[in-house]
């Protein structure tokens, strides 16, 4: 009986933490639409996706939410317009500046 409910009690535990994970990333996401970003990406985080998506820090703040198989890297400057859900991506070249590499989206979801 006592295993039971610590079993029990272990998959309620389970269920919050993933409600919270991924009540965490659907904010994340919202921020990302709604922000306007012109900066460079500095740090790459895992958010508990399994390497399904990423959240890119910003030089500015920001946090661009998107798919883990994108090939963003630090140092690539994006550009977001607010409310849309694409942004560009300029990669740094070798003369000092940067070139256009391609437009993503960002994920439909959590």
Do not use: Q
């Amino acid at each position: 009986m006592v295993f039971f409910h610590l079993f029990k009690s272990s998959k309620l535990l389970i269920h919050v933490k993933i409600d919270i994970i991924w009540s965490s990333l659907r904010e994340t996401r919202l921020k990302c639409y709604e922000s306007n970003i012109e900066s460079i990406v500095i740090a790459r985080k895992n958010n508990c996706t399994g390497g399904a998506f990423y959240d890119y820090e910003c030089k500015s703040g920001d946090i661009l939410y998107a798919y883990g198989d994108d090939p963003l890297l630090i140092g690539d400057s994006i550009v977001k317009i607010a409310n849309s859900d694409y942004f560009d991506v300029y990669r740094s070249n070798n003369e000092g500046g940067f070139k256009y590499l391609k437009r993503f989206s960002i994920p439909n979801h959590p």
